[in-house]
């Protein structure tokens, strides 16, 4: 995919597309990314894990999760949009 064209596919799923699910596949290696791009969704355990906050709010909180899924490391973080 040419850049342009994947750039405009990003932005039509930024625009259009809202996160509806977000969830972390197993191998979290604790790096703490998350929590801190995004305390309203993504909490760290007493191991530093992480999980998803109780009624986190996707839709409010959608760069922070686009970006967090980013900037894990391992990419465990995984989000399903509609
Ligand atoms: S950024 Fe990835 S590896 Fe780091 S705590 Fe979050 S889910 Fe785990």
């Known amino acids: 995919m040419n ?7 990003m932005w039509f799923k930024a ?3 809202a996160i509806k699910r977000v ?3 197993h191998g979290c290696i604790a790096a703490g990314y998350c929590n801190e791009i995004c305390p309203e969704v993504f909490g760290l355990d007493d ?10 709010d996707f839709a409010a909180n959608e760069k922070g999760i686009r970006e967090a899924a980013l900037t894990c490391p391992v990419k465990v973080i995984k989000f399903g949009e509609e």
């Open 3 to 9: 850049n342009s064209l994947f750039s405009g596919v």
């Open 15 to 17: 625009k259009y597309m």
């Open 23 to 25: 969830w972390i596949e």
């Open 47 to 56: 191991f530093g894990e992480a999980f998803i906050e109780e009624d986190a």
